[in-house]
């Protein structure tokens, strides 16, 4: 007797429904499917097996011996599948995949997210950071955490917080370099990634529109944090986001020496699919991370 190498798997279903039911009728009632439909299944399967499965009767049909060897077996099959789907279908309900970048979970979400769990127990999270953009079609994320303008084709958005930015630097730093009087005094100091267009933008809010930051050597970190800790390190003046780094402007770890703050018209927006709008997780989630912003603004 020799399968083919793609199992019947179908018949086999129908097979065991037959079988639990000794009846062709029933099977097929609860199937969903014709009793045509469910005798040609069953067929389908002796033919593949070689052996007769029922024995057909007058309004009565009887399990083989070889139908009675394959029941019991196909149906702890059956049941281990439904446990295996039932299980996974737990985890991945039970688990909200956030995607977003390393600044926003270090600096914001990582400091909050504790309050979320807290109000929802059953779901485990799980943060990803990544400086590129999520595409929900092959990435598993739930949600996603960007900047830009809001408008994404087949995405739910949300307006978080907008972007804005200022130079900081470490009180260390500040005393080495003497007072700083007015924006243009900054050119003295060492600016961290001065190829950053935040830089000119923020000159230019400033006054000062012919700041010379071309000559100067590049240092591409590649995120606010990492240019954080190299000014907090005293290494130079970076320029960050204010709502980032409330504690280290507080506690006086990081200096912002000019009131000033440069703004990109973008901002930070919760997106996920229009067709997942609904789960459980996600609106548990998206409705705690509103209220949140709201409750305490950026």
């Known amino acids: 007797m020799k399968l083919s190498r793609q199992l019947p798997l179908n018949a086999l279903r129908v097979f065991e429904a037959v079988a639990q039911r000794l009846s062709f009728t029933k099977a097929a009632d609860e ?3 014709t009793q045509t439909a469910v005798s040609y299944q069953v067929k389908l399967l002796e033919d593949t097996l070689g052996e007769q499965l029922f024995v057909r009767q007058p309004r009565r049909v009887s399990l083989t011996e070889t139908g009675a060897r394959l029941q019991p077996k196909l149906t702890e099959a059956f049941a281990l599948i439904h446990e295996a789907l039932a299980a996974a279908k737990s985890a991945a309900d039970d688990t909200l995949v956030i995607n977003t970048t390393a600044t926003f979970a270090s600096h914001w979400l990582a400091r909050r997210i504790g309050n979320f769990q807290l109000g929802a127990p059953n779901i485990a999270v799980r943060l990803v950071t990544t400086s590129s953009l999520t595409d ?3 990435d598993p994320s739930d949600v996603a955490i960007r900047f830009g303008g809001g408008v994404w084709p087949g995405l739910v958005s949300h307006h978080l917080m907008d972007i804005d930015f200022a130079p900081m630097l470490s009180p ?3 005393s080495w370099v003497g007072k700083l009087d007015e924006p243009r005094d900054l050119l003295r100091c060492k600016i961290i990634d001065p190829g950053d ?4 933008k923020w000159f230019d809010a400033a006054g ?3 700041a010379d930051l071309d000559g100067r050597p590049r240092n591409l970190f590649g995120s606010q944090t ?3 800790s190299s000014a907090l390190a005293g290494h130079g003046v970076a320029i960050l986001t204010p709502a980032f780094y409330r504690e280290e402007l507080s506690s006086g770890r990081l200096i912002m020496p000019f ?5 990109e018209n973008t901002g930070y927006w919760l997106t996920y699919p229009e067709s997942r709008r609904n789960a459980p997780k996600i609106k548990a989630f998206r409705d705690w991370l509103i209220r949140d912003i709201q409750r305490h603004p950026p």
């Open 31 to 33: 199937l969903g499917m």
């Open 172 to 174: 260390e730093l500040l």
């Open 208 to 210: 000062v529109p012919d």
């Open 136 to 138: 929900f079609a092959v």
């Open 197 to 200: 267009p935040w830089w000119r």
């Open 226 to 228: 990492l240019e954080a």
């Open 259 to 263: 009131p000033i703050v440069g703004n």
